[in-house]
C-alpha cells in the first residue's frame, strides 16, 4: 500500500481528517470476500478473504499511467466500488478515472477498462460514486473531496473544504465505441470535513452528515445565487410543550386553548411516531420520537380545560432521551427533583469544598484561544442535510445535536451507505431512505452498550 505523508502546508485538522486517516482498504460490498488497494507503483490490487487469517494472493487488475508523483500537493490514491461491474478511482492527484470491471467476483482475473480519464483541476479523493440508468441512458454520479486555500477566511485555517458532485453520462452514438463525459458539475463549500457525504441511488440529491453547513456555491463554473440571510430573530418564544422523563415512561404537556373537547383532539401515535393537534389547526407536535414507545400503554386526558397531557410508556427501559421527538426545539424538558439530586451527587466528586483558584501557580494560565479545533467539544451543530439535485435547496435537516457520529457501513451496496450514531451507551444504524420524505432515516439495528 502505499501511503502518502502529509506535508507541511496541510497542517490542519481538517486535512488528517480528511487524509491523514484513510483507510487504503476497500472492501468490495458487492463481493464481500474482496478487498482492493493501490500499491506504491500505482496498481490496483485485488486480493480474496479465504478465512479470518487466510488472504490470496494479490492480483493486478488496473495501472495507473499517469506519472502523479511530480504533483506538488499530491494526495492518496482513492478508490469507489461503484457497482457490481464500475469502479471510480483517483490517482491522487487530480485525474479521474472511471473503469468497467466486470464481474469482480468468482476468482475473475479479467483486466479493469478505462472508459472515462479526465483532469478534474485539483487532488481530491473520491467519497462516493453510484451507477444508474437516466432516460435509457447510463450515468455515473461521483463525489469528490478537496480541502482548498480560502482567502475570504481569515479568522480560523485559511481553508475552507469543497464537494463536488460531478455527473458523468454515456454519449455514444448507435454504432460508435463507448465515450463517456461529464455533463454536470456542482460545487458545496463548507467550514469541516463531513462524516457522511453520498449521493442518492438515482442521483436526484445528496446527503451529507456534517458539523458546519454545506451550501452549493458552483454548478457548471457559474456562481449559485445564495438567498439574503433571514434576519436574525431575537425575541424569545415560549415553549409549546413540555416533558419530563424517568426510566420507564415521558409525560408531555401541551398548552392548549380553554374550551377545546376532548373531540375535537387530533392524536396519533405509532411506535415511533407522534402527531397532537386540534381541529382546523396543524400539527402542534409531529415527528419521529427519539426512541420507539408502546402505543398500546400510552394515554392522553386533558387537564383543568387548559393543557393536554400524554403519557408515553418506553418501549425499553434505561436510557434517558436527550430530546423527545427528533430535531423538534420547541419543547422545554423540565427535570424532576429527584433527577436534580442524582446528578448532582454523580458530579460531587467534581468539587471540592475549598476554593482554590491558582493551583498551578508556577504555570501561565491557557489561552483558549490557543487551543486546537480538536481540543474543543464540537457546538450542538452537528446536522444531517438532505440536498434536492434540481433545486440544490435542503429539503430535510435534522439536528443530530450530541450523538456522536461514529462510522459508515454498507449494508446493501444498492441502497446508500448507512450510518451508525451514538445514542447514550448505544449505537444505532440508520438507513436513509430517499423515495420516502416522510421518514427519510430508517432505524434498521442496535449495538447494544457499544460506548
Not at 475570504?152 to 481553508?159: M, P, R, V, W
Not at 420507564?248 to 373537547?261: F, H, K, L, P, Y
Not at 393537534?277 to 400503554?297: H, R
Not at 408515553?312 to 434517558?320: A, I, V
Request: proline share 6%; net charge negative.
Amino acid at each position: 500500500v502505499e501511503e502518502v505523508k502529509l506535508k507541511d502546508t496541510q497542517y490542519t485538522l481538517d486535512h488528517m481528517r480528511a487524509f491523514g486517516m484513510y483507510n487504503y482498504l476497500h472492501l468490495d460490498p458487492w463481493y464481500e470476500d474482496t478487498v482492493l488497494f493501490v500499491d506504491c507503483k500505482g496498481r490496483v490490487l485485488s486480493l480474496t478473504v479465504t478465512l479470518d487469517t487466510a488472504l490470496g494472493k494479490p492480483r493486478e487488475v488496473y495501472r495507473i499511467t499517469a506519472d502523479s508523483s511530480q504533483c506538488e500537493d499530491r494526495l492518496c490514491a482513492s478508490l469507489s466500488l461503484t457497482s457490481a461491474t464500475w469502479a471510480a478511482l483517483s490517482d491522487g492527484a487530480s485525474r479521474l478515472y472511471l473503469l468497467r470491471s466486470g464481474k469482480r467476483g468468482d476468482s475473475s482475473h479479467v483486466k479493469w477498462e478505462p472508459l472515462f480519464s479526465e483532469d478534474m483541476g485539483e487532488p481530491f479523493t473520491i467519497l462516493h460514486s453510484i451507477s444508474h440508468v437516466q432516460a435509457g441512458v447510463h450515468t455515473m454520479e461521483v463525489l469528490l473531496l478537496r480541502i482548498q486555500k480560502d482567502l475570504q477566511e481569515t479568522k480560523g485555517s485559511g481553508y475552507s473544504v469543497s464537494l463536488e458532485w460531478i455527473t458523468v453520462a454515456n454519449t455514444t452514438g448507435h454504432g460508435q465505441e463507448k465515450k463517456y463525459e461529464v455533463k454536470k458539475r456542482r460545487v458545496l463549500r463548507g467550514k469541516s470535513v463531513p462524516h457522511y457525504a453520498a449521493v442518492e441511488p438515482q442521483g436526484k440529491g445528496l446527503m451529507v452528515a456534517s458539523e458546519k453547513p454545506f451550501v452549493f456555491t458552483h454548478v457548471d463554473g457559474r456562481p449559485v445565487e445564495q438567498p439574503d440571510p433571514e434576519p436574525m430573530e431575537v425575541e424569545k418564544t415560549d415553549p409549546i410543550y413540555f416533558w419530563q422523563q424517568t426510566v420507564e415512561d415521558i409525560t408531555v404537556c401541551v398548552r392548549m386553548a380553554e374550551g377545546i373537547t376532548k373531540e375535537e383532539v387530533l392524536f396519533k401515535l405509532t411506535a415511533d411516531n407522534i402527531s397532537i393537534g386540534f381541529q382546523s389547526f396543524p400539527p402542534l407536535l409531529e415527528g419521529q420520537l427519539f426512541a420507539p414507545v408502546d402505543p398500546e400503554a400510552s394515554a392522553w386526558i386533558i387537564k383543568n380545560d387548559k393543557s393536554l397531557e400524554v403519557t408515553l410508556q418506553k418501549s425499553s427501559e434505561g436510557p434517558m432521551w436527550p430530546e423527545l421527538v427528533m430535531g423538534d426545539r420547541r419543547g422545554e424538558y423540565v427535570m424532576s427533583d429527584e433527577q436534580a439530586t442524582l446528578i448532582h451527587e454523580r458530579l460531587t466528586y467534581l468539587t471540592s469544598e475549598d476554593l482554590n483558584g491558582n493551583p498551578d501557580k508556577d504555570k501561565p494560565p491557557c489561552n483558549s484561544q490557543e487551543l486546537e479545533d480538536c481540543d474543543g467539544f464540537p457546538e450542538d451543530s452537528f446536522s444531517l442535510t438532505h440536498f434536492d439535485g434540481e433545486s440544490l435547496k435542503p429539503t430535510q435537516v435534522v439536528n443530530l445535536g450530541s450523538n456522536q457520529y461514529l462510522f459508515t457501513v454498507d449494508v446493501n451496496p444498492s441502497e446508500m451507505p448507512c450510518l451508525c450514531l451514538r445514542h447514550d451507551v448505544d449505537a444505532l444504524v440508520w438507513q436513509p431512505r430517499p423515495d420516502q420524505p416522510s421518514n427519510m432515516w430508517e432505524h434498521i439495528a442496535t449495538f447494544n452498550a457499544l460506548g
